[in-house]
């Protein structure tokens, strides 16, 4: 399974930006899907994720204030809807996929896809 995230970009503090993350050669509807973002000099963190049955997520801390991960099967795309956007959202988000009942996570996941770019400034 190949991934590829999209949407990044630079937006002003408050904004929104939907970030996109399709895979070619196999259904999301067979993988948990998570989201991540890494910034300069930090490790990559988990920021949402999306059960394969596309009916249950979970968010780090209170990003799901502002925040929405979500399916649409048709595209076979998962989408990071991301609203009230800060500063301190910066960071390059990537998305990644995992077999079986658990959520990926930064050292376990079956497939990463490139990162995306999204730049918040005040």
């Known amino acids: 399974v190949q991934l590829q995230a999209s949407g990044g970009g630079l937006v002003k503090a408050g904004g929104s930006l939907r970030l996109a993350c399709t895979a070619s050669?196999?259904?999301?509807?067979?993988?948990?899907v998570g989201w991540f973002r890494q910034t300069p000099g930090k490790e990559r963190d988990f920021v949402a994720a999306?059960?394969?049955?596309?009916?249950?997520?979970h968010y780090a801390g209170d990003l799901g204030d502002r925040f929405t991960i979500s399916r649409d099967s048709a595209k076979n795309t998962v989408y990071l809807q991301m609203t009230s956007l800060r500063p301190s959202d910066t960071g390059v988000y990537s998305c990644?996929?995992?077999?079986?009942?658990?959520?990926?996570?930064?050292?376990?996941?079956?497939?990463w896809g490139r990162g995306t770019l999204v730049t918040v400034s005040s």
């Open positions: 990644a996929i995992r077999s079986g009942e658990l959520y990926p996570t930064i050292r376990n996941a079956d497939a």
């Open positions: 050669g196999r259904s999301f509807s067979l993988y948990n």
């Open positions: 999306l059960n394969r049955a596309a009916d249950t997520t």
